[in-house]
């Protein structure tokens, strides 16, 4: 009998270990169809890192990195869904471009506007360094300057934003952005909060990275592991100053 | 009998398929250039061109693409398929043109001659020709690198194609006979600066001034620098509110470099948005001693270099007093106001309008044939038109 439960255990045990293994790599893979520009080894990296730093299993992360990528896919294709339905609503996948300049605004706010960029509408955002100077990563060329007559973006979903916070830190955060001017772009929209501040980093990073060091503020609507463009636009730190 | 039916319908549906695939091809075939099917005929049978491009953000996954749209006499349109450049443009020389993406530049003459560039580039500047010295030149917004920012250059002919850098990040540019002037910018310093680039053997950089009163967090760039025989001229406006601005004229003497400033225009309680140019690279022209600009509102203002008079010359018709664009271009040349123009109202939707600048109206209208379907052909990107050039 005891033979019996000892062989019905380790049974059981095999089964919901292999279970979890599998659950794991089902993870992976579904990661990476969302962001299919960064490698698995990226990613199982970036995991290992996170699972030492806090403690939690590496399936727990994974799990979170994917329900996080699609809780921003199922929102990406409602507002998707939406901008269709209006006049001049233009489906957002051209990338971050559009026919209308996104027009000047005060040093330290941001814009957002919907894109298609990394294979997911994630949406993009790009920060006011001047008044008529825009400071944004994009894929292809990274973190660059452009000025706010020439970006044009679809009106669409699109809007200016504030911080809201002291002119200082709105200053500091612009001006940091600025010094980013020229680091490469990356993918990783899903650990992105907890890499460093400094190197690679995609739009959502850089502003969230520009106002966390300077002022510490999360422009982060959710927290979580990745921030996403969205994330930034719908924090609660920020208002609304226009729609493009 | 069922049999018969039914291998007759299928017969019918293939046939039908093929037909329809047929068609498409013949009609791909015939809007898509290839570099072979360039000729001599192309260019003299073209009236205008215009650049459309992905934005820089699309080429993730290197396949960013754009198109030189050749509007033909006849108004119907054929269009060359290129890599992606945001923000490129087109150059005009002597029977011949440049044409540009992120990492190749073509001269298209009889034939098209291309170069292959080792560094690519995202975001355009400027093209343009230099008659004296019979050189085109483009420039790009390339970034920061170990020394600093720059502006890559790709400058020759159809022999060869150098390319250098300039130091500095450009706000706006223009083109003269001889060289090519910027304005740049350095938000370090908090300056800017009006500086000539010239080609004699290899690029030249001349300082000219600084710009005074100009401050580095609201000065916005309107139109292409522009030149006469004793001046420099800016159009530049500095940002008040989010619905005040304040447009104005910097004329800078050629020889004592003293600096003047005229007011152009005010804009207050304004979507500011929708009066910027519908291409701030093409948005003015000296013509006939009187300097023309073209804001987003459709309104044509003039200011004459002589009294320093400023009015408002005349209006496009119809023009739209919102931000919302499509694709909409100016192009000024021998005294014409070029505008590609939009409406749902047309079956193509573009068109393409002159208006004479000494009689300020509609000199002549025609409808493009073909430019919407060039504009949706691809169904995983979309491009948006950069540059807009008449060649008769």
Known sequence: MKKTILALSLTTAMLFSQASITNAESYVDDILKLQPDISEEELLQDVQMIASNTGQSEQVILEQIYTELKEDEAKGIAEKSAYSKEKYGVSPRGGSGGTVSIGSSTKGNFYYTPSETAYLDHGHVGMYYTSTTIVESVPSDGVRTISTSARKVDSSGSVVKSVSTSTTNRNNAADWAYTQVGQSYSYNFATNRLTGHDGAKNCSKLIWSAYKVNGNLDLDVDGGLGVYPRDVRDASDTVLVRNI | MKKIIFIGISLIIIFIVIILFKQQNIKDSSQFLSA?????????????????????????????????????????????????????????????????????????????????????????????????????????????????????????????????????????????????????????????????????KELKINDITTLQELTIDSTQALAPILTDEHYYYLILSTIISESKESVSIYRINKKTLEQEKFKLIEYNDVDLTATIPYNYKNSATISQNKLFYANGLGEIYSFDLKTHAVSKAFKLKKASQSKIRHNEETYFKDGNLYVLRYSEDKNGYYYLETYSLDKGKLIDSFDINGLDEIINHSSSKKVYSYDLKVLQ
């Open chain 2, 36 to 200: 072979e099917d360039v000729d001599k005929g192309l260019l003299k049978n073209t009236k205008a061109v215009i650049y459309l491009s992905t934005t820089a953000d699309q080429d993730f996954d290197n396949k960013g693409l754009s198109y030189s749209v050749f509007v033909k006499k006849d108004h119907s349109t054929q269009a060359l398929t290129m890599n992606g450049l945001e923000l490129g443009s087109i150059a005009v020389g002597k029977n011949r043109l440049l044409l540009e993406d992120k990492n190749t530049i073509r001269i298209v003459d009889g034939d098209i001659k291309q170069f292959n560039m080792d560094t690519p580039q995202y975001t355009g500047e400027r093209t343009g020709y230099l008659p004296s010295q019979d050189l085109f030149f483009s420039i790009y917004n390339s970034g920061f690198k170990e020394s600093g920012y720059n502006s890559d250059v790709r400058y020759g002919n159809a022999e060869k194609i150098n390319v250098d850098s300039i130091p500095y990040y450009i706000l706006i540019s223009g083109v003269t006979e001889k060289g090519i002037n910027i304005l740049t910018q350095d938000f370090e310093t908090k300056t800017f600066n009006l500086r000539e680039v010239t080609f004699d």
